[in-house]
């Protein structure tokens, strides 16, 4: 049986994780599983936005601890070559074509966090825990960090990294860790109004922007970032979606890539 269950309904992908009965903790089978699905989504015309959804009452609760023991013995050779395949998943994700949202209904322990961390947006419910539980074990959240510092800040990570406490929905939010907290009955409907959003820009326009905001963040303002933005309005500008972005408002009529969607 699959790990993930994938559906596309009017322009969303929705990839659920599907293992409650381990928390939706992910092993070698789910990390291949889920750098498929992200990669083949990412090149699809008919999918503008991806939601990643879990089963069950927590979100992810990391590695696996069958797979876990199974790694007990590995050589350093084979634990990178493992911790290589967790890290490709998550660039897969990050680097998604297209924007993605994370749909937390539950809690989300060590390397889940990195899985929310990749996505461009993140919703939570009031009552999920988050926990970077690593350095209880003797670990550090090494492959998850480039992601997970991003999301929440370098000084909240300081704390979070080094003590492994718990911590709730309300800090993830206060730390910028989550966008988003809702109690879980207005959680669909907080999402869809976010899907709907994304669905109803421009396909090129979102694609073009969550790159830009990959090269930038976090960049120094020099002469050639500069030169890259000015670059970057300038060939969307005169694109075939900037032209009819642009001459549908000022016509005000709907866009051709929405007005399609009815025809």
């Known amino acids: 049986m699959s790990t993930l269950n994938i559906e596309v309904s009017n322009h969303v992908a929705t990839v659920t994780l ?4 381990v928390r939706n903790a992910f ?3 789910v990390i291949a599983e889920m750098a498929k699905a992200f990669a083949g989504l990412s090149g ?10 879990a089963e069950g009452a927590a979100f992810c609760a990391g590695a696996d601890l069958n797979w876990m023991r199974s790694m007990a013995d590995y050589t350093r050779n084979e634990n990178f070559a493992d911790a290589g395949q967790l890290a490709t998943m998550l660039r897969t994700i990050y680097e998604c ?3 993605t949202i994370a749909r937390i209904q539950g809690d989300v322990y060590a390397g889940g966090t990195g899985l929310v961390a990749a996505c461009d947006i993140a919703v939570s419910v ?5 926990c970077l539980s690593e350095v209880r074990l003797g670990l550090i959240p090494a492959t998850i960090s480039p992601y997970v510092i991003r999301a929440m800040g370098a000084r909240a990570a300081h704390r979070y990294f080094l003590t492994a406490e718990r911590f709730s929905a309300a800090e993830a939010l206060r730390i910028g ?3 988003e907290v809702v109690p879980a009955a207005e959680l669909d409907a907080k999402v869809a109004e976010l899907t709907k959003a994304l669905v109803n820009a421009g396909p090129q326009a979102v ?15 020099t002469p050639e970032l500069l030169q890259m933005t000015v670059a970057g309005i300038a060939d969307i500008r005169v694109s075939v979606e900037g032209r009819e972005g642009v001459q549908s408002f000022l ?9 399609a969607d009815e025809s």
């Open 18 to 21: 599907n293992r409650p009965e």
């Open 207 to 221: 694609r073009l922007c969550k790159k830009l905001l990959q090269d930038v963040a976090g960049q120094a303002i």
């Open 177 to 179: 860790f989550v966008h």
């Open 27 to 29: 092993n070698d089978e």
């Open 44 to 53: 699809r015309d008919d999918v503008r936005c991806i939601v990643l959804a």
């Open 97 to 99: 074509s297209k924007p």
């Open 251 to 259: 016509q005000k009529r709907k866009p051709s890539w929405l007005a």
């Open 126 to 130: 009031d009552s999920a825990n988050y």
